[in-house]
């Protein structure tokens, strides 16, 4: 017989081991990948997304990567950042499920798993206004107050990553230290 929906039994689906192999493949060859498109411009696009706050600022970074050759590498790795926060939000959603339930974390804190969804909606959005902005070609379509939209979205995108980053670093930690501590006890 089948066992009900419910969060508890979904957070016990979601953490196992085969999603997180899935999605954790996918996010890695999509983030090497990705790096590899944007190492030319990588610097300045960084900072361009935690900063840009205005259309001058913009403007500046984007008329420099079209005289340099530059914007082809920014136009490129669409072709995988419009999907990639599937695969990190699914990577860490997953693990996390796998963590909370390894370490019996109580249901009504279930609320942090949706911090990697979160931030993966919030990229998604940030990457919509840049499909805007690249959409004329003299970039006419940046226009504020939309390039505050998108690194407002970008910085809380990265807010919520360090979160559940953080979260996702000292529960695994805990595991390993619970099994080499449950190993050294099973020796004695």
């Known amino acids: 017989m089948t066992e009900a929906l419910s969060l508890a039994n979904l957070r016990r689906e979601l953490g196992r081991t085969w999603l997180i192999a899935l999605f954790g493949i996918a996010y890695i060859i999509s983030q090497v990948t990705i ?19 205005s259309v001058g600022e913009y403007l500046a970074v984007f008329r420099s990567w079209e005289e340099s050759g530059e914007m082809a590498f920014y136009r490129a790795h669409f072709i995988l950042d419009d999907v990639h ?4 939000a699914g990577l860490f959603t ?10 019996g ?7 942090v798993l949706l911090l990697p969804l979160g931030s993966g909606l919030l990229d998604w959005y940030e990457n919509q206004l840049q499909h805007v902005f690249l959409s004329a070609s003299d970039f006419a379509t940046i226009v504020d107050p939309l390039p505050l939209f998108s690194t407002v979205a970008s910085d809380v995108k990265w807010l919520f990553s360090a979160i559940y980053i953080l979260l996702t670093i000292v529960l ?6 619970k099994c080499r501590g449950n190993k050294g006890i099973n020796k004695q």
Not at 39 to 50: C, F, G, S
Not at 94 to 103: E, G
């Open 105 to 111: 974390v109580g249901h009504k804190y279930d609320w």
């Open 35 to 53: 790096i590899m498109i944007l190492r030319p411009i990588e610097d300045a696009m960084v900072k361009l997304q935690i900063t840009g706050v």
């Open 94 to 103: 997953t693990v996390l499920c796998r963590l909370f339930d390894r370490h």
């Open 172 to 177: 695994a930690v805990g595991v390993f230290l």
């Open 85 to 88: 926060w599937i695969w990190y």
